[in-house]
């Protein structure tokens, strides 16, 4: 029998403990023994609920059992959740994780310290939520050199832009829903402003290097400028906007970043829509692929984290190999970066082609009093330059 502690009974941790028990004997058959699940930490009481036999306060009533052999982390953050895992993880307890944050600070050492201890630290869930793409990432596409991971990253966003855009639905009453149905961060910041999505951008692009690239060093922009007019804009070229994080490995470079695109809405990431998430890849052997599954909420977020939980049990006292060292890669600048944009601007039509030259010209009916436009590529350091020449409204990337 494997015993597992949950640290957290929110949105994540209670829907761990149900696909455990919901789905007790696949998980069981698949993980080669029963999964019972020991202890549930949690600050919170839950009168009524089942869980309150197997609640405890104190960390170290887990942590201090040689009968836990799996902790589940799913409390978010970095404080105090880095200490537990870290000690867990040196107690001899194999670890799976939710948590991003976590991860994309501290996935090295954490790495590190469990293959030190010869067990394992596993965060399928930390990435693309029930979509098993770190799974496939790194013991799939093995043979393959990765040239580029674009994704739709974060679930409550692409829920955002998909019902302003289906619905014409406000911005604020689409992310109150998003947080009703468990999709989005306790702060909402975190999803909107892009830097939920730029630490999963961070994680799956270190895992391609087998090195450590810093979140903080990836430029980040989120959807909160995206305006209605944006979005009739991107319906009359035939597009849809969507949060990308993506990572362009050339040669020497690797260009990252989190941006809203401006993409074909037969693009292969054009119906991702609501709290779907999408991950393309390019290998140079494979050519594309693309993951697609729900990047957020209680089941598919619990059902990624029990396949870590299944696998660690499947791998008593063996490392699974993962490389992801330390040492810091330095990111591409990004003012050299190429990409098409799409720019509104109260500027005259000749303004802009002395600017810009050739340009693609975009109208809709109810807009009059400004000219907007898709530039040919361009790289982001002569956009930023040219553009300052014109009275800008609004631009955002294009994949046009
Ligand atoms: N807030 C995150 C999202 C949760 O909306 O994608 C899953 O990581």
Not at 8 to 32: F, H, L, M, P, W
Not at 56 to 75: A, F, G, T
Not at 206 to 233: A, F, M, P, R, W
Request: charged share 25%; aromatic share 8%.
């Amino acid at each position: 029998m494997i015993n597992v502690a949950v640290l957290g009974y929110g949105t994540v941790g209670s829907g761990v403990v149900e696909v455990i028990n919901k789905n007790q004997d696949i998980v069981n058959k698949r993980a080669g023994q029963e999964i019972k699940v020991k202890y549930v930490l949690d600050l919170r009481d839950f009168p009524g609920d089942p869980v309150q036999e197997i609640l405890v306060h104190d960390y170290n009533i887990i942590l201090n059992d040689p009968e836990v052999d799996i902790v589940v982390e799913v409390m978010g953050g970095i404080n105090p959740a880095y200490g537990f895992v870290k000690s867990a993880l040196e107690a001899g307890k194999s670890v799976a994780t939710s948590n991003k944050e976590l991860v994309a600070a501290h996935g090295a050492e954490l790495l590190k310290v469990a293959k030190n201890n010869n067990v394992n630290f596993l965060f399928e869930a930390s990435v693309g939520g029930g979509i098993p793409v770190i799974r496939a990432l790194i013991r799939s596409l093995t043979a393959d050199d990765i040239t580029e991971i674009t994704g739709i990253l974060n679930g409550t966003t692409n829920y955002i832009l998909s019902k302003m855009s289906a619905e014409g639905s406000d911005f604020d009453s689409v992310l109150k829903k998003a947080q009703e149905k468990g999709y989005a961060e306790r702060n909402p910041e975190a999803d909107v402003e892009g830097y939920d999505a730029c630490r999963k951008i961070a994680i799956l692009t270190s895992l391609v290097c087998g090195k450590q690239v810093d979140y903080q060093d990836i430029y980040t922009e989120g959807i909160t400028k995206i305006t209605d007019t944006d979005i009739k804009y991107a319906k009359a070229m035939g597009c849809t906007i969507k949060l990308f994080g993506t990572s362009k490995f050339e040669e020497d470079k690797i260009y990252s970043m989190v941006a809203p695109f401006v993409i074909p809405t037969d693009h292969v990431l054009g119906n991702v829509n609501d709290v779907f998430n999408g991950v393309f890849m390019h290998g140079n052997m494979l050519g594309d692929t693309m993951f697609y599954g729900k990047g957020a909420g209680k089941l598919p977020t619990a059902s990624a984290v029990v396949s870590d939980v299944v696998d660690e049990a499947k791998h008593m006292g063996k490392n699974i190999m993962t490389i992801w060292e330390e040492e810091k890669i330095e990111l591409g600048n990004i003012l050299e970066r190429k990409c098409k944009f799409f720019a509104r601007v109260k500027s005259s039509k000749a303004d802009v082609e002395n600017t810009f030259g050739a340009v693609t010209y975009v109208e809709i009916p109810d807009v009059t009093d400004e000219v907007a436009f898709v530039t040919d590529v361009i790289s982001e350091g002569d956009f930023q330059e040219k553009i300052k020449n014109l009275d800008l409204v609004s631009r955002i990337r294009t994949t046009l």
